[in-house]
T-cell receptor, first 111, second 112 residues
Framework: KQEVTQIPAALSVPEGENLVLNCSFTDSAIYNLQWFRQDPGKGLTSLLLIQSSQREQTSGRLNASLDKSSGRSTLYIAASQPGDSATYLC??????????FGQGTELSVKP | DVKVTQSSRYLVKRTGEKVFLECVQDMDHENMFWYRQDPGLGLRLIYFSYDVKMKEKGDIPEGYSVSREKKERFSLILESASTNQTSMYLCATAGYSYNEQFFGPGTRLTVL
């Protein structure tokens, strides 16, 4: 059974810092991995999707990597801003086409 | 841009009531999903649908049913609401089973 873990559960950084959020999964037979952002009380916003054949995807200040063999993905945020404060969730698409979510990392960027 | 809308942002119902949560998408996507999100438990899949009139149980279907009469609309039904169904409910849509999922704004349901 696929399990997705995100560490740390919470992270606080000063504005301008580069940071890395971690996601690990137990079953490497995934079709893709998706990173989401969730603001308090809101729905999920898709940030990046990495297909299983890809190693990384970039969008603006965000870069996501995928290493299937080690069961890991990272989300790199460059030059963090207070507006980046949110919960970040990763989710792996498994054999049945279902998303398996991690518990999320709550990020706080202090001005 | 994909747009996924949900009928209510906040809903308060009483125990035993029948509750309908509606989700509408405007991108002609085949797949639609209903999740609930609870602190400490994360997001869990309730039901999903690959096509009109088709439905599949997710991980926690007990106490719920769904309806998909039209491609753009996917309804979640709580036949007899209970307090343990108080939660944030999120709808999502995807073009194909393994494609990127897009989420709606969520419905915060409180059952008293």
């Amino acid at each position: 059974k696929q399990e997705v873990t995100q560490i740390p559960a919470a992270l606080s950084v000063p504005e301008g810092e580069n940071l890395v959020l971690n996601c690990s999964f137990t079953d490497s037979a995934i079709y893709n991995l998706q990173w989401f952002r969730q603001d308090p009380g809101k729905g999920l916003t898709s940030l990046l999707l990495i297909q299983s054949s890809q190693r990384e995807q970039t969008s603006g200040r965000l870069n996501a990597s995928l290493d299937k063999s080690s069961g890991r993905s990272t989300l790199y945020i460059a030059a963090s801003q207070p507006g980046d404060s949110a919960t970040y969730l990763c989710a792996a698409t498994n054999q049945g086409g279902k998303l398996i979510f991690g518990q999320g990392t709550e990020l706080s960027v202090k001005p | 841009d994909v747009k996924v809308t949900q009928s209510s942002r906040y809903l308060v119902k009483r125990t035993g009531e029948k509750v309908f949560l509606e989700c509408v998408q405007d991108m002609d996507h085949e797949n639609m999903f209903w999740y609930r999100q609870d602190p400490g438990l994360g997001l869990r899949l309730i039901y999903f649908s690959y096509d009109v009139k088709m439905k599949e149980k997710g991980d926690i279907p007990e106490g719920y049913s769904v309806s998909r009469e039209k491609k753009e609309r996917f309804s979640l039904i709580l036949e007899s609401a209970s307090t343990n169904q108080t939660s944030m409910y999120l709808c999502a849509t995807a073009g194909y089973s393994y494609n990127e999922q897009f989420f709606g704004p969520g419905t915060r349901l409180t059952v008293l």
